[in-house]
Nanobody, 124 residues
Framework: QVQLVESGGGLVQAGDSLRLSCATS????????MGWFRQAPGQEREFVAA????????SYADSVKGRFTISRDNAKNTVYLQMNSLKSADTAVYYC?????????????????WGQGTQVTVSS
């Protein structure tokens, strides 16, 4: 069983930056594809970014491309989401997820494990 714990959320102003972290447990988690998703109030959960098991391939939602960067440190079993130039539209609960296949996928149906989420609030 893999556990995911997100951290780094908070309240910031538009234009600020935040870095989210997702710590994973389990010896095999370094082989998993990882993704970040978010859910704003009253909206469905949506894809934000994903990274393959070795960090060689990444993918981003159009809404965050050029502003957000996903990365991973397999030695620390941690995945990061660097968020720059934040906008009020980025306000949401951000979730980390793991895909046992190790592949990169933007479809949340293929993720096997999920964290509890961390709140990001951007004031304008």
């Amino acid at each position: 069983q893999v556990q995911l714990v997100e951290s780094g959320g908070g309240l910031v102003q538009a234009g600020d930056s935040l870095r989210l972290s997702c710590a994973t447990s389990g010896r095999t988690s370094r082989w998993y594809g990882m993704g970040w998703f978010r859910q704003a109030p009253g909206q469905e959960r949506e894809f934000v970014a994903a990274i393959s098991w070795n960090g060689g391939v990444t993918s981003y939602a159009d809404s965050v491309k050029g502003r957000f960067t996903i990365s991973r440190d397999n030695a620390k079993n941690t995945v990061y989401l660097q968020m720059n130039s934040l906008k009020s539209a980025d306000t949401a609960v951000y979730y980390c997820a793991a895909d046992r296949s190790g592949a990169l996928t933007t479809n949340q149906r293929f993720y096997d494990y999920w964290g509890q989420g961390t709140q990001v609030t951007v004031s304008s």
